[in-house]
T-cell receptor
Framework: AQTVTQSQPEMSVQEAETVTLSCTYD???????LFWYKQPPSRQMILVIR??????QNATENRFSVNFQKAAKSFSLKISDSQLGDAAMYFC????????????FGSGTKLNVKP | DAGVTQSPTHLIKTRGQQVTLRCSPI?????VSWYQQVLGQGPQFIFQ???????GRGNFPDRFSARQFPNYSSELNVNALLLGDSALYLC??????????FGEGSWLTVV
């Protein structure tokens, strides 16, 4: 079975600074997708960024980018120019290519942004 | 377009009771999945439905059941509630092969 591990329960960053959240996963599959979701206090899960395993290029969405290391099974999220609104729980998630609705989530990292 | 909608948003039940949670997917989405998120943890997969058929089940007891209707909405039923069933229940919908989109969840408290 696939597992997703987030080893940082909580992180803090100063407003306007850069922070990196870590995620590792375990799988025997070669084709899959990786995601970062943000969950603010309202509890709704919001997609931040998505990476297809077959793509070598790291995904980027505005201030958010990933460092995808397939051989190391590592998928970190970098948030640049952190804003107060970035404060939330961040979950790393894995999905098999052939099972489009079954996601495996990590335990989450709580990100605090200090003004 | 409306997002994934869930009802009720909050509810309190007594141990041993039964609960039904409802979900309406984004218009055009034929796939619905359910997740349980216990406080302080990531969501855990419960069920996946596509075109009204169960396509996947997570490691949950038979007290948990679900179904999908012809309009692609879905219900999650939990029987014989236990204190440990207290959690946020998330519904998600998607077009095949794409990202899933979550609703705001139903908070279930079992007392």
């Amino acid at each position: 079975a696939q597992t997703v591990t987030q080893s940082q329960p909580e992180m803090s960053v100063q407003e306007a600074e850069t922070v990196t959240l870590s995620c590792t996963y375990d799988t025997s599959e070669s084709d899959y997708y990786l995601f970062w979701y943000k969950q603010p206090p309202s509890r709704q899960m919001i997609l931040v960024i998505r990476q297809e395993a077959y793509k070598q290029q790291n995904a980027t969405e505005n201030r958010f980018s990933v460092n995808f290391q397939k051989a190391a099974k590592s998928f970190s999220l970098k948030i640049s120019d952190s804003q107060l609104g970035d404060a939330a729980m961040y979950f790393c998630a894995y999905r098999s290519a052939g099972n489009f609705n079954k996601f495996y989530f990590g335990s989450g990292t709580k990100l605090n942004v200090k003004p | 377009d409306a997002g994934v909608t869930q009802s009720p948003t909050h509810l309190i039940k007594t141990r041993g009771q039964q609960v039904t949670l409802r979900c309406s997917p984004i218009s055009g989405h034929k796939s619905v999945s359910w997740y349980q998120q216990v406080l302080g943890q990531g969501p855990q997969f419960i069920f996946q439905y596509y075109e009204k058929e169960e396509r996947g089940r997570g490691n949950f007891p038979d007290r948990f059941s679900a179904r999908q209707f012809p309009n692609y909405s879905s219900e999650l039923n939990v029987n014989a509630l236990l204190l440990g069933d207290s959690a946020l229940y998330l519904c998600a919908s998607s077009l095949q092969g794409n990202t899933i989109y979550f609703g705001e969840g139903s908070w279930l408290t079992v007392v």
